[in-house]
């Protein structure tokens, strides 16, 4: 005669409380997602709504009635398309001058035998444990005395290299097998060619992580600029939507004109970091099947 067994109903009930649990953590995924996603939205609805509609519902997501007059504003009645030009110039310019220095820095301290290299290495990661506002008033004396103050290079210029870039670089670049370099070096290759040729390609996935990162850093800094520069003309975007929360265009809260400026000012950063997102993730996927 056949015992009858409750492994059926073990695993029923095991699977069971698998399901419970799997959905529990999407719904708390969701939950915050939305939570993170709501001050987004309210961001949109406010700048297609109407100076009274945006002050009278403010947290509302649905324009009634629909308007695009705070973006007509803010191409009419503000120097926005300056402030746009300015952040491109000054960005693209960062960002290519940090992808290149902190790699040649990092690779430096990664690969290059020299006197005082480790305590070069703990003043890098010293300058990452100090606020930035702590070097606002010496950033500005510096610059003053440099003659570049109220300049594209004062803005510029302080930007070029950072610690957190270098140490993003030197971790990566001493993953990197030293083997991989020994062939070139046998071929005559000098330590640049080698560092250009052979092992820069092969930090595709560090460079795209610095590349996002500096792109947003410098676009969305706001205190460098503050101390560097003081001409209108020369105003980024972050301190030309200062500007404006500041009242510069009179009174009102003026919620769409602010809240579409905002807006639009944050595309460019969403644009780079979806399209470099895909190759960052693809990379890392290949030196894992590869490793």
Request: aromatic content about 12%; overall charge positive; charged content about 15%.
């Amino acid at each position: 005669m056949a015992v009858p067994t409750d492994r059926p109903a073990g695993r029923d009930h095991r699977a069971a409380r698998t399901l419970a649990t799997r959905f529990l953590g999407y719904a708390t995924l969701v939950f915050f997602g939305l939570v993170f996603l709501y001050p987004f939205v309210i961001q949109i609805g406010n700048s297609l709504k109407t100076e009274s509609d945006a002050a009278a519902n403010p947290l509302s997501p649905f324009p009634d009635p629909l308007s695009l007059a705070g973006f007509e504003r803010i191409f009419a009645g503000t120097n926005f398309p300056l402030w746009l030009g300015n952040s491109l110039l000054v960005t693209v310019l960062v960002t290519l001058g940090r992808v290149f220095f902190d790699s040649l820095a990092g690779y430096a301290l990664a690969r290059l035998r020299f006197r005082g290299r480790g305590g070069l290495f703990a003043a890098v990661i010293a300058v990452m444990a100090v606020p930035g506002v702590v070097l606002l008033i010496p950033k500005f004396l510096v610059l003053n005395q440099l003659g570049i103050y109220n300049s594209y290079a004062g803005l510029v210029v302080p930007l070029l290299a950072d610690a957190a870039g270098v140490f993003i670089m030197k971790q990566f670049f001493e993953s990197i097998p030293v083997s991989v370099e020994e062939a070139a070096r046998i071929d005559g290759a000098s330590i640049f060619r080698t560092f250009w040729s052979v092992v820069l390609p092969m930090a595709k996935p560090a460079l795209i992580t610095l590349t996002i990162l500096s792109f947003q850093g410098s676009w969305n800094e706001f205190p460098h600029s503050l101390v560097s520069v003081q001409d209108p003309d020369l105003f980024t975007l972050p301190r030309g939507l200062a500007d404006l929360v500041s009242g510069s265009l009179g009174s009102g809260t003026q919620y769409p004109l602010k809240l579409g400026a905002a807006l639009l000012a944050t595309i460019p950063v969403a644009i780079i970091f979806v399209v470099f997102q895909r190759y960052f993730v693809r990379d890392a996927n290949d030196g894992s099947d590869k490793g």
